[in-house]
């Protein structure tokens, strides 16, 4: 438990392109001070400890993990490392805020939070999207039951980007694929409003490296509720949510996972647009729940628990290994 | 072969709703003449006749099918009569065009066509979206590869009505449930722009009379794209349809399928809005075509041939007979 009355101390773990956007999230956050960072590539450890007035900068990991000074890191490495970087900061009993997907298969994850039960240290996906205010007032008014019974969800995140196999998001040892890198989003939506589903049908597109570069799924809920769920590395999708109940419709529109408003249509009512707080880039709100969670001490986020991690790559799992495969 | 010195001269077989506004279309056609209509129930047929200045009006479709009058028959009745009034118009050479589906079953389909051919009379399921000007047009733009290669495609169909198990909707003896009925526009879509799939999963939410009220289907195809569908009486929806290629994206937005206009987004240009012509509610499109096929002497439509209703009905088979079902 970190005294109230203090700051909480951030170290970041990776300093690429995330990892900036984090930072600038960071320095928003009165409560948080961003303590320490650490690349491999020591210029880039120095470049980006000056850049956000940084204490401490590493070029090792492992010198990194043992740093007094840091309460919680935030892994920011590929997909491929996370689990590794995850492991040396728990075991040193450091909070860690590790990017999603935790892993690239169920085992892996298990691991991760049974190792950080064991040492008793604060741990959870980056899900950011889980934390925004827009996010909870949407779970909130369905909960309540105001779009009466969900019947259907769609959820789309598609970019066009070049087929390139060095690249990260082509490269299965880097953890690549449209699922894995974004279809994670519209996923984590269909989990949070309708749970885990009874039935999972994926078909996939599959370039020369193996991993998807387009993945479409249809899951069937317990009182035949479906989501329609697409991510795409070959095609520009609008990025929106559709939600669909009995009385209602919610409507997320452009870039759902970071948006601030949200269209509520209710059963013979006007269509109401609904606007939600978002501070900086969003990583604000994830952020400020994490020190929460470490003032009162709690090992797991009551907003991302280990379960919804679990949840997520157990179904990312069965998407992968049994789906439909076209290339 | 109709001289193309006359009018084609139009019979209406039911005078229900879809009736109506399909003769306030022929009205508009220069080359068509409503002369004949019909209904078991004489004073509607006779109301029907009045109202539209109509020569002969019968209440036995028998007496009506062997009027020399009647170069082609609209059937207007209820799915489940499809079938009896559309082989007994065609067996007194009379062209039919009949609403769809055509019946609820692909044997009987075939049985309807292979009459039609056996008479040597044009027939035609009524998918008046085949005919519209912007139907034609986004699919000119898609054969031409102006948006690449198709990778996905969504398209919904939804409004909300009470359950009513003495409604048409509900009423499986009548072909009811909302893939037949209405989940049709979406299936139809799919097929024109990506042929037949090579699977197709889906999840259906059934009352108590049998029939689906919400029907959610993933259709994927030979190169891996797919296409999401979802038809349902239990939550509006836009009813919109997206199509999504490696070079851009059309939307065909609200009433998709009697829309007069799309939004083309090509990679890299600024969103278009195409139009096109439309006359009256869209049926007049319709009526223009098989006109031109009966001047023409064709016993099957070139925009809507046997082939198109036989993959409609084949894939609503099992759609509706290997769905996962819950209720």
């Known amino acids: 438990m970190i005294d109230r009355n203090r700051k909480v101390k951030w170290g970041i773990l990776g300093c690429g392109k995330i990892a900036h956007k ?3 999230d960071l320095l928003l956050n009165d409560n948080s001070e961003l303590v320490a960072c650490v690349s491999r590539d020591v210029e880039k450890s120095t470049a980006f400890a000056e850049k956000y007035n940084i204490r401490f900068s590493f070029d090792s ?3 990194f993990a043992r740093c007094d000074e840091i309460d919680v890191v935030y892994i920011a490495t590929p997909n491929s490392y996370h689990k590794e970087h995850s492991l040396l900061c728990l075991r040193n009993k450091k909070a860690v805020l590790c990017e999603k997907p935790l892993a690239t298969n169920k085992a892996d994850v298990e691991e991760m939070i049974k ?5 008793k240290v604060f741990f959870m996906e980056a899900m950011w999207t889980s934390c925004l205010p ?3 007032s949407i779970n909130n008014t369905i909960q309540k039951g105001i779009i009466g019974e969900l019947i259907h969800i769609t959820a789309d995140f598609g970019f066009k980007t070049g087929y390139d196999p060095k690249s990260r998001l082509f490269d299965p040892n880097l953890g690549g694929g449209s699922l894995l890198d974004i279809g994670i989003y519209p996923l984590y939506i269909s989990l949070l409003l309708l749970g885990k589903p009874k039935s999972i049908r994926v078909s996939m597109r599959y370039c020369e490296t193996g991993v998807d570069t387009s993945c479409s799924a249809l899951l ?3 009182n035949g509720a479906t989501a329609a769920l697409f991510s795409s590395f070959e095609t520009v999708t ?6 669909y109940g009995t009385e209602g419709k919610i409507v997320i529109p ?3 996972h970071e948006q601030n408003e949200y269209l509520l249509s209710k059963q013979g009512f006007s269509e109401q647009l609904i606007k939600s707080e978002k501070v900086g880039l969003g990583y604000y709100h994830e952020i400020e729940h994490i020190n929460e969670c470490l003032y009162r001490g709690e090992v797991e986020s009551f907003i991302m628990p280990f379960r919804m991690s679990l949840d997520l790559i157990e179904i990312m799992d069965e998407m992968r290994f049994k789906s439909e495969k076209f290339s």
């Open 22 to 24: 984090f930072a600038n």
């Open 61 to 63: 990991y492992e010198d």
């Open 115 to 119: 190792v950080a039960q064991e040492n």
């Open 134 to 136: 827009n996010i909870i």
């Open 220 to 222: 069937s809920y317990e």
């Open 238 to 243: 609008d990025i929106k949510c559709e939600i």
């Open 254 to 256: 452009g870039r759902f």
